[in-house]
């Protein structure tokens, strides 16, 4: 897999050719609004993809199916150049594209992304609340996405990387969840974070669970906005797997290292997702920073 990675500060930076159909989410917040307006302009056909974790099911424009058909869906407008807007799409549905995509036999995809100017935070003035974002309302339990399922559980050797971000009570939630070991647990931090000082804040709202669980040895940086760090980080891992051990990646850090989590998975079959569907707030964010074109080509 080569990925070509661009970025700038609009996007006239980005060096790219016209797309026949581009797939986005849900418009949450500016850079939703700028990066789908952007889709609209450079491709012939725009959908828009939900998927529901509940059900299972998945809702293209008006068109809903089950998770088993979304190839088929998919093969039928995707035959040649696709792009997926993740600043709108979620994890999940990043994955999900991404899975189908190589199923099909697509060679290539492009991914666009938008860097936030600023997060919102908590509307709580208190300094005790400083760090606090107030980014989703509510979480699914953790699971499994289709396509990259693992079994949790005493017998299976697992090991664990967490992609971390602000979030740290979803960092939290995955223990009290799911029987995942701390002793062959991984964290990733992304750093550098998109403007200098955000790690603190990640740094701050998740140190408290590492020392918690006990897994300061087993601390890893990887760029915030770089998904090819992010798989480097879990290619090392991957590679130390001993006989009969899978690797499960948790990705509630960045959307660019859900991004290689989601490519990295794609590929490997004995290596799985767990993730908790956020629901994202809406205005979680305020007008837009760097913006990023991620061009794949599987191989």
Excluded at 34 to 41: G, H, Q, T
Excluded at 184 to 191: A, E, I, L, M, P
Excluded at 283 to 294: A, C, D, K
Aim: charged content about 20%; overall charge negative; hydrophobic content about 35%.
């Amino acid at each position: 897999m080569y990925i070509e990675m661009q970025c700038g500060p609009d996007p006239s930076y980005l060096t790219h050719s016209r797309w026949k159909t581009g797939i986005v989410g849900d418009i949450l917040d500016d850079r939703g609004t700028e990066a789908i307006e952007f889709i609209k302009k450079n491709c012939d056909t725009v959908c828009t993809l939900n998927y529901d974790p509940r059900s299972l099911n998945i809702k293209l424009d008006e068109m809903e199916m089950t998770v088993d058909n979304i190839e088929s869906s998919l093969k039928d407008f995707c035959k040649d150049s696709l792009i997926l807007e993740t600043t709108t799409l979620r994890v999940d549905e990043i994955f999900l594209c991404c899975k189908a995509v190589q199923q099909i036999g697509i060679s290539s995809i492009s991914l666009l992304y938008t860097e936030p100017q600023r997060y919102n935070r908590s509307q709580k003035s208190e300094v005790l609340y400083r760090r606090n974002f107030d980014l989703s309302t509510e979480y699914e339990p953790f699971a499994g996405i289709p396509g990259s399922m693992i079994m949790l559980n005493v017998a299976c050797r697992t090991k664990a990387i967490f992609l971390v971000g602000y979030e740290g009570q979803r960092f939290m939630k995955v223990f009290d969840q799911k029987d995942i070991r701390p002793e062959n647990s991984y964290v990733v931090f992304g750093v550098p974070a998109f403007q200098p000082g955000w790690e603190m804040d990640a740094f701050a709202n998740n140190i408290r669970v590492i020392k918690r669980e006990g897994i300061v040895k087993n601390v890893l940086f990887a760029g915030a906005q770089n998904p090819v760090s992010v798989i480097e980080a879990l290619e090392q891992i991957h590679g130390a797997l001993g006989q009969n051990e899978y690797l499960v990646v948790v990705p509630i850090g960045t959307k660019p290292h859900g991004i290689g989590a989601a490519l990295f998975v794609c590929q490997h079959d004995d290596v799985g997702i767990i993730y908790d569907h956020p629901n994202r707030k809406p205005g979680r964010s305020s007008q837009v920073g760097t913006w990023h074109l991620f061009n794949v080509t599987f191989g």
